[in-house]
């Protein structure tokens, strides 16, 4: 074993280190870590209970955490754990790795990440980009909903999630979280959402607009998302059911023309999601991509997204083939597929089903598109 050791570095003895390996100056190295081969830890980093394999490079002033709840926890003994970090990982300085973490084979954090979940193996930092401090996010929403707007953000990745999750918290500290979510904070897309996130999304009271078709055109496995994500991360994206059985109001969209301008594809794709836990039924689906558009805007308070007396007339009419009532998800809602409870029937949605035709809209009474 060939260790190369700077002065003032501290390390247990109670540590693996394979051969060849670098650690630079001021480094500590807790107790119970098992570092391999040829790996180069920089000055002033600082490491517990971690597994770095061969061909690491992690850079100056790391930080590997082992405890995710420091001081008293009565189950430390089975919450404790470091990360893993597996070979030809690269790791920027100033980066702070949580407990549990796995930073993928070839991997690559970027400097000054705080690392809070796994990363996939080759993932390296993306282009996206940040526009929004949490302070601003916190300014926008009190400025819009105090002036009686709905304040609504454009989130695709966990960055940016718990950005927006910091600037919602920062919101019901000024004007109380009950205020919060009287307001209604509009997300679009929040493709990338955790359990703790769910939670934290439906305590705030936010409403989601979501896109079905991504998962249709890059779900699943040999997709797109599992080719730049990994297949586990990706599989937890654009998590539908969970939003409408956490109950967040949520409606559909398209964001065409990333995806084509097709309610009844968007349709299509919620009800045979690629992963089967995150399907909903075709009449969840179908409420989301016509009165969940209405409510999230705020202006369904006349009725608007429903056929009903008194209910705005602006509405679009089809020709369909069969309609039919099909057995929903019982995870997700269900009804009585007996005529006599007058559950409305639907278009048949399947994977083959032609899609319905639209024969005339209308907007309050006023004929806009007439194909009979």
């Known amino acids: ?160 999630m718990d950005e927006l999750l910091l600037g919602l918290r920062a919101a019901a500290n000024i004007i109380g979280l009950p205020e919060l979510r009287a307001v209604g904070v509009r997300i679009e897309h929040a493709s990338m959402i955790d359990a703790p996130t769910l939670a934290s999304l439906v305590m705030h009271g936010v409403t989601i607009s979501v896109q079905p078709g991504f998962d249709a055109a890059w779900g699943g496995e040999g997709g797109m998302y599992a080719v730049r994500l990994g297949a586990g991360r990706a599989a937890a994206l654009h998590a539908i059911a969970d939003m409408v059985t956490a109950g967040i109001p949520v409606a559909f969209g398209s964001d065409a023309p990333v995806t084509p301008m097709n309610a009844w594809a968007a349709v299509r794709a919620a009800v045979f999601h690629h992963q089967e836990h995150q399907r909903v039924s075709a009449r969840a689906a179908f409420r989301a991509h016509t009165r969940g558009g209405w409510r999230l805007a705020r202006l369904d308070a006349g009725g608007a997204g429903e056929l009903g007396i008194g209910a705005p007339a602006t509405l679009a009419i089809w020709a369909a083939g069969e309609l039919v009532v099909q057995s929903p998800d019982g995870r997700i809602s269900a009804w009585s597929t007996d005529p006599r409870a007058g559950t409305p029937q639907l278009p048949l949605i399947g994977p083959d089903a032609p899609d319905p035709v639209c024969r005339r809209t209308l907007r309050d009474g006023l004929i806009l598109h007439d194909a009979w």
């Open 1 to 160: 074993m060939i260790v190369r050791r700077r002065r003032h570095t501290a390390a247990h003895h109670h540590n693996h280190v394979g051969d060849e390996v670098s650690i630079g100056a001021n480094a500590v190295l807790e107790l119970g870590n098992r570092i391999g081969s040829r790996v180069r830890i920089h000055s002033g980093c600082f490491l517990e209970l971690v597994t770095i394999e061969d061909d690491v490079f992690v850079g100056p002033h790391v930080v590997f955490t082992d405890d995710p709840h420091p001081m008293g926890c009565p189950r430390y003994s089975e919450c404790k754990g470091g990360p893993v970090v597996r070979r030809l990982a690269r790791i920027g300085a100033n980066a702070t790795i949580l407990p549990g973490v796995e930073i993928g084979e070839g991997a690559l954090v970027g400097a000054g990440s705080v690392v809070v979940r796994d990363v996939p193996a080759g993932a390296e930092p993306s282009d996206g980009n940040l526009y929004l401090s949490a302070e601003q996010i916190a300014a926008h929403v009190v400025a819009v909903s105090r002036a009686g707007a709905v304040p609504a953000f454009h989130v695709i990745g966990d960055r940016a």
